[in-house]
């Protein structure tokens, strides 16, 4: 199970930074909106002390940025067989066009080539379901036709199904219950299997006794070649090859460029599993990174999530490159010396909790490069290794990434949400006054401490809840989060200066997870995102639990429903219960507790409150889901002594949306040329 959060801020919530944030940005004429189409704001993000850091550390970035956006092709595949042909077919067509671009037909054209650009693929990022064309497919043939012979697709046939035919592959990761997952799903990581099939030959691989088992499934595709189950290994000379080659290639130019011999072993270990492809080197990889605390800059790089598999064992390919923010870590590394306190007084049975919490390392970081399926939609936080071994023997590295919320921050500004969904002014006040360090903080909580608190019985596989696996782990890490949010021990620390700051997030949470997020949902539809069920699940039931106190209600005031939480400390009491049933599902493997909850509270959606948020949003400007342009790094390079020499490197942020992804599938497409 992946363990990197997809944790989308609350953007729709109009978010305040702090007075000295504040006070630094007021007079910044920096441009955060990019683009706005469909459901979708495109946004930049800032890398503020890019100029401060070494040439060396500068060149380092440049190259594990040049590996980054180099794996690009990996996730569009991964995502569907047919989306890499299908985003050369759009992009030909899009240069090609020689007509009225005002025409009706060429602008939804546009809007639907530039959705498959944000969700790196066909299938909607978030809800899965594929994108629906909104231009006919008289006109897409015309354009087709008129294309030059060298790039006339041969595979037209499906690929104007795969447009047009809302039946066929109609989904990219089924989660609908009774259904077989992997038969249903769109998603390229299984070829010719059943769901039953991929469960039975991965349980004969896996053992009960073994206390270091491999992350089995995260690199490989599982197909039948002459009848036989087989794994397709993501390797140098195995499936991905060519893409796996330059990613190596750039980064061992950034190993000769780490900042100390210790990451340079990173990186070395890292090459070595790209060319094996062995899962113990995927490991002795994760070890080695979990322990590099000392470097400023740092990365990911690999298949490392698996919300894009519908069992939640191939790790999708992704990439972010970061340094730290020396200044604002002070807050984690607050958070993460006191790890073994905040275990030893989780509520939760002693039998769940870590006697020793060891080498939990928590840092507020720059991002410098967003790749793969952290591009353009991106996590806000992140907490790895994945391997629950891994963590208890030597600990877990987790970041929050403050430049990207605080652009969600930037660009929602005066956005009208809080006037027409927060209840009354008390709350709104408070949610302006502490919600952006309280998201923060719930942001730090979830992933330096919850994903890596507790522990599972012996025996326990980790795989045991199988396809709500993602969704449980989200649902434990953010009651962690919220539990520990309205702890005193968060003021004694310094964190907080008003005990009773933690009730704008209280607030924002209860509002998101019965209401608001459903914007992103069509109406008629169920709930699938494990995030979007992880927060659905944790406020209905909180609802219901709290019911016969009236903890939560749910009131209507001049035709509108709002939220009106009555009583704080019995939410935060709720929420110790809610965890202490989701770490004994966790730990003692319970699948069918698990599965009820999430059935129960995280799938199904209340129609007339459905179409009430969907009404009172429509008079709002503001789109569902935002992400993000990469900034651009450029090698200054003078000659001296007749030789040339790197003297800087350049960021730039003018690139708009469109002419990014063109450049990007110019340049770095090693799968499709």
Same mark, same amino acid.
């Given at each position: 199970m992946s363990i990197i959060s997809k944790i989308l801020p609350s953007a729709v919530i109009a978010l305040t930074l702090s007075s000295n944030a504040m006070a630094t940005n007021q007079n910044d004429n920096f441009n955060y909106v990019v683009d706005r189409f469909a459901d979708i704001e495109v946004l930049r993000y800032k890398v503020p002390g890019f100029?401060?850091?070494?040439?060396?550390?500068?060149? $380092? @970035?440049?190259?594990?940025?040049?590996?980054?956006?180099? *794996?690009?092709?990996?996730?569009?595949?991964?995502?569907?067989?047919?989306?890499?042909e299908l985003r050369s077919l759009l992009e030909n067509i899009y240069l090609n066009y020689k007509g009225d671009r005002d025409n009706d037909d060429f602008k939804a054209f546009e809007t639907y080539l530039k959705q498959v650009w944000f969700a790196n693929?066909?299938?909607?990022?978030?809800?899965?379901?594929?994108?629906?064309p909104a231009f006919s497919q008289k006109f897409f043939k015309k354009q087709v036709e008129a294309l030059p012979e060298a790039q006339q697709p041969q595979n037209i046939e499906v690929l104007t199904q795969l447009i047009f035919d809302p039946e066929f592959m109609p989904k990219r990761v089924n989660q609908a219950?009774?259904?077989? $997952? @992997?038969?249903?799903?769109?998603?390229?990581?299984?070829? *010719?299997?059943?769901?039953?099939?991929?469960?039975?030959?991965?349980a004969k691989l896996k053992s009960p006794n073994d206390t270091t088992p491999i992350s089995y499934g995260l690199n490989t595709r599982l197909t039948k070649i002459d009848g036989v189950v087989t794994e397709q290994t993501y390797e140098l000379g195995g499936l991905y090859s060519d893409?796996?080659?330059r990613i190596i290639n750039h980064l061992f130019q950034?190993?000769?460029l780490a900042e100390n011999e210790h990451q340079k072993k990173v990186i070395m270990s890292l090459i070595e599993y790209y060319k094996s492809g062995n899962l113990r080197t995927f490991d002795e990889?994760?070890?080695?990174?979990v322990n590099d605390t000392q470097s400023q800059v740092d990365f990911i790089n690999g298949f490392i999530e698996s919300y894009g598999d519908p069992l939640g064992m191939t790790g999708a390919w992704e990439s972010?490159?970061?340094?730290?923010?020396i200044e604002a870590s002070q807050r984690t590394e607050i958070i993460s010396d006191n790890a073994q306190w905040f275990e030893d007084n989780s509520p939760i049975d002693p039998r769940f909790r870590k006697a020793e919490v060891k080498g939990v390392s928590a840092k507020v970081i720059t991002a410098a490069i967003l790749a793969g399926d952290a591009y353009p939609a991106t996590p806000i936080g992140i907490n790895l290794?994945?391997?629950?071994?891994?963590?208890?023997?030597?600990?877990?590295?987790s970041v929050t990434i403050e430049n990207i919320t605080q652009a969600y921050d930037e660009a929602s500004h005066g956005n009208g949400f809080n006037e027409e969904f927060v209840i009354d002014d008390y709350t709104r006040d408070l949610m302006n006054r502490y919600l952006f360090i309280t998201d923060n903080l719930h942001t730090d909580l979830h992933e330096c401490l919850g994903h890596g608190s507790g522990q599972l019985l012996p025996g326990v596989d980790p795989d045991a809840l199988k396809a709500h696996g993602s969704t449980l782990e989200e649902t434990r890490a953010d009651l962690f989060a919220l539990y520990y949010l309205a702890d005193p021990k968060l003021v004694e620390l310094g964190l907080l200066d008003n005990p009773d700051a933690y009730k704008a997030e209280y607030y924002k949470y209860i509002l998101n997870g019965m209401m608001t997020q459903l914007m992103r949902i069509e109406p008629g539809k169920d709930v699938e995102e494990a995030h979007m069920r992880n927060r659905k699940l944790i406020a209905e039931w909180a609802y219901e639990m709290g019911k016969a106190e009236n903890v939560i209600e749910l009131v209507e005031i001049n035709g509108k429903h709002f939220i009106k939480i009555n009583d704080y400390d019995k939410l935060r009491d709720i929420f110790a219960q809610q965890l202490f049933e989701i770490q004994r599902i966790k730990s003692e493997g319970d699948y069918e507790a698990g599965r009820e909850l999430v059935e129960k509270y995280a799938v199904k959606v209340d129609p007339a409150i459905h179409n009430e948020v969907l009404e009172r949003y429509s008079h709002l400007n503001i789109a569902p889901y935002k992400g993000f342009v990469n900034p651009t790094y450029t090698l200054v390079i003078e000659e001296k002594d007749d030789e040339a020499v790197v003297v800087d490197v350049k960021i730039t942020h003018g690139e708009d949306f469109i002419n990014q992804m063109l450049r990007y599938s110019r340049d770095y497409s090693p799968l499709t040329k």
């Open positions: 100029e401060q850091l070494s040439l060396q550390q500068k060149q $380092l @970035i440049y190259h594990l940025t040049e590996a980054a956006i180099t *794996g690009r092709d990996i996730i569009w595949d991964q995502n569907c067989k047919y989306n890499l693929g066909v299938h909607h990022h978030y809800s899965m379901d594929k994108f629906r219950e009774g259904e077989d $997952l @992997i038969v249903t799903s769109a998603c390229n990581l299984y070829d *010719g299997v059943t769901q039953a099939e991929v469960e039975e030959y991965y893409a796996i080659q950034a190993s000769h990889y994760s070890i080695l990174w972010i490159v970061n340094f730290k923010n290794p994945n391997a629950n071994w891994i963590r208890a023997q030597h600990g877990s590295k």
